[in-house]
């Protein structure tokens, strides 16, 4: 179980996923090769060995990078599991390296670093069914 984050371009007036008109198309990231160097230079830890699929772990935490098979690169899916609020500086630093905005799925809002997201109750959601 995952708490699942998507990477997208979007024009910098769209500040909620209500905004975004139905047929919008994000800008790429672009060609696969540059997605997979920025991800290496932002997060160096990462391995890319299947370029489709790369896997960032942390002390508590970990993501999956689902690039997907498509190039040019137009969205990163991120499959975030474990605990720990510092797993959040990773996502926001990787959309940072790639001048975009992160939508978490879970809410279908989108989020920005220091904002409210749904990381703390996908955590005890998972931590209550896990439980039982």
Known sequence: MSWDVLLLNLPDDITS???IPDDYSPRPFGPRHEVLATISRTEPETDLSDPTWGDLTGP???IELNIGSEDPVDSIMLHVRGSGDDVLTSVFRLAGAFDCKVLDCSSGDLITPGGPTAWH???EFRDR???S
């Open 60 to 62: 508590t935490w970990s």
């Open 17 to 19: 996923t209500q905004d």
């Open 121 to 123: 109750a996908f955590q």
């Open 129 to 131: 069914i896990t439980d």
